[in-house]
């Protein structure tokens, strides 16, 4: 197994993306922090993973709960900055509330992360692993806070490589970037839309593979640079979109 005895946080790990990276580390050997503000799916998720996964309540943007959720575990070894949200909208749509929010989850919740995996993991090495998007690469005129978001998780992700590299501290930063993939999530946007099938097949669309991703085409990815295989590999972006960004 390709994680054995390694621990790893996740946070959003109770539903989506976060869910499927839980199950599969869980599958590969590791021992898991399931980390959300969701805590009864959270904590079903956990009872389903037992004994090698537990929960904990986790609001990214609180430095406490932070603090709470790294001085429980013994040696972490991965720490997985997957909580998000997208916020849609134009720059004259979008109003300083709904963007600071944004940044709040998606940029604050990520530097709070690596802060705190960093003092966690400088001592023993290990791997920090931050979901941006494509979006963090590729503007789109609706999503202005969402853009503005991931492309500062984006480069971030590099700084903090960096300064784990010159530290000499053997900790791993690197983000991947999911085109559009099927959670729980679209599936809500599909069911307020009043042409669904219109819409799933735009999405398809502008994937030159032929489909939208899984969680599993994702969880995939962050085994590979959870694990010792990727011990070379740090400050990178790695594309997990179906070929959408060519």
Same mark, same amino acid.
């Given at each position: 197994?390709?994680?054995?005895?390694?621990?790893?946080?996740?946070?959003?790990?109770?539903?989506?993306?976060?869910?499927?990276?839980?199950?599969?580390?869980? !599958?590969?050997? +590791?021992?898991? %922090?399931?980390? *959300?503000?969701?805590?009864?799916?959270?904590? @079903?998720? #956990?009872? /389903?993973? !037992?004994?090698? +996964?537990?929960? %904990?309540?986790? *609001?990214?943007?609180?430095?406490?709960?932070? @603090?709470? #959720?790294? /001085?429980?575990?013994?040696?972490?070894?991965? %720490?997985?900055?997957?909580?998000?949200?997208?916020?849609?909208?134009?720059?004259?749509?979008?109003?300083?509330?709904?963007?600071?929010?944004?940044?709040?989850?998606?940029?604050?919740?990520?530097?709070?992360?690596?802060?705190?995996?960093?003092?966690?993991?400088?001592?023993?090495?290990?791997?920090?692993?931050?979901?941006?998007?494509?979006?963090?690469?590729?503007?789109?005129?609706?999503?202005?806070?969402?853009?503005?978001?991931?492309?500062?998780?984006?480069?971030?992700?590099?700084?903090?490589?960096?300064?784990?590299?010159?530290?000499?501290?053997?900790?791993?930063?690197?983000?991947?970037?999911?085109?559009?993939?099927?959670?729980?999530?679209?599936?809500?946007?599909?069911?307020?839309?009043?042409?669904?099938?219109?819409?799933?097949?735009?999405?398809?669309?502008?994937?030159?593979?032929?489909?939208?991703?899984?969680?599993?085409?994702?969880?995939?990815?962050?085994?590979?640079?959870?694990?010792?295989?990727?011990?070379?590999?740090?400050?990178?972006?790695?594309?997990?979109?179906?070929?959408?960004?060519?």
């Amino acid at each position: 197994m390709r994680l054995n005895g390694k621990t790893a946080l996740i946070t959003g790990g109770s539903s989506g993306l976060g869910a499927a990276m839980a199950r599969r580390f869980v !599958a590969e050997g +590791a021992n898991v %922090v399931i980390a *959300d503000i969701d805590d009864p799916n959270g904590e @079903a998720l #956990a009872a /389903e993973l !037992a004994p090698k +996964a537990r929960y %904990v309540h986790l *609001d990214v943007t609180q430095e406490a709960d932070w @603090a709470r #959720a790294v /001085e429980g575990i013994d040696t972490l070894d991965c %720490v997985i900055n997957n909580a998000g949200i997208t916020t849609a909208g134009n720059i004259e749509q979008v109003t300083l509330e709904q963007f600071r929010h944004e940044f709040d989850i998606d940029v604050v919740g990520v530097f709070l992360g690596c802060k705190y995996a960093v003092a966690a993991m400088k001592n023993h090495g290990g791997s920090i692993i931050n979901m941006s998007s494509l979006a963090g690469i590729k503007a789109t005129a609706d999503l202005v806070a969402y853009n503005g978001a991931k492309a500062a998780v984006t480069l971030m992700t590099k700084s903090v490589a960096m300064h784990c590299a010159k530290s000499g501290y053997g900790i791993r930063c690197n983000s991947i970037h999911p085109g559009v993939i099927h959670t729980p999530i679209l599936d809500k946007v599909l069911a307020q839309v009043p042409n669904p099938d219109e819409v799933y097949a735009g999405w398809v669309a502008v994937h030159p593979i032929g489909r939208i991703g899984k969680p599993e085409d994702i969880a995939a990815m962050a085994v590979y640079l959870a694990s010792d295989e990727a011990n070379f590999t740090t400050g990178a972006e790695f594309r997990v979109d179906g070929g959408s960004s060519i």
